[in-house]
């Protein structure tokens, strides 16, 4: 039994910044990657970021790199989504997800575990 849970969402102005949590239970993902993907109403699911659990590699796409940060805390079973200069088009459902196996897939139909989502809304 694997369980993603994630947490930290909310609603920020433009330019703000929030940080999003991931809890990890189940088992380790010692040889596993961890991301981030996001879905706005309508539209396809968007890989944001990704890290190995080892921490060694990490990716993000041309819209929110430099502003977004992928990392985890192994102690604590936690991946984290540091987001700054926050922009009304980074509104989204935000979920977590892990696979086994490489952190370069980008496509979320081959990520098999899911947290619930956690929403996030960048308006003034």
């Known amino acids: 039994q694997v369980q993603l849970v994630e947490s930290g969402g909310g609603l920020v102005q433009p330019g703000g910044s929030l940080r999003l949590s991931c809890t990890v239970s189940?088992?380790?993902?010692?040889?596993?990657?961890m991301a981030w993907f996001r879905q706005a109403p309508m539209k396809d699911r968007e890989l944001v970021a990704t890290?190995?659990?080892?921490?060694?590699?990490?990716y993000y796409p041309d819209s929110v790199k430099g502003r977004f940060t992928i990392s985890r805390e192994v102690a604590k079973s936690t991946v984290y989504l540091q987001m700054n200069s926050l922009k009304p088009e980074d509104t989204a459902v935000y979920y977590c997800?892990?696979?086994?196996?490489?952190?370069?897939?980008?496509?979320?139909?081959?990520?098999?575990?899911w947290g619930q989502g956690t929403q996030v809304t960048v308006s003034s």
């Open positions: 890290v190995t659990w080892s921490g060694t590699a990490t």
């Open positions: 189940g088992r380790t993902f010692s040889r596993s990657a």
């Open positions: 997800a892990a696979r086994d196996g490489s952190s370069s897939e980008r496509l979320w139909q081959r990520w098999p575990y």
